[in-house]
């Protein structure tokens, strides 16, 4: 997550869209995963969330 932070913190057009293709290929590595393990990435960020 350190490479999505690195990318806000200059919001240039180029990082913009690093950014965004950055989020795009995570979101569907997590689509692909089995459902159990997708299961338990979803409740570890839900928790994250609540701290």
């Known amino acids: 997550m350190r490479a999505v ?3 806000k913190e200059q ?3 180029e990082n913009l ?3 965004d293709e950055l989020q ?3 979101l569907k590595a997590i689509e ?3 459902e159990d ?3 338990a990435i ?3 960020e839900v928790r994250r969330l609540e701290l």
Do not use: E
Request: charged share 20%; no cysteine; glycine share 0%.
């Open 11 to 13: 919001a240039t057009p």
């Open 32 to 34: 692909d995963l089995p």
């Open 5 to 7: 932070a690195a990318l």
């Open 42 to 44: 979803m409740l570890r």
């Open 17 to 19: 869209l690093l950014k």
């Open 37 to 39: 393990l997708k299961t």
């Open 24 to 26: 795009a290929t995570v």
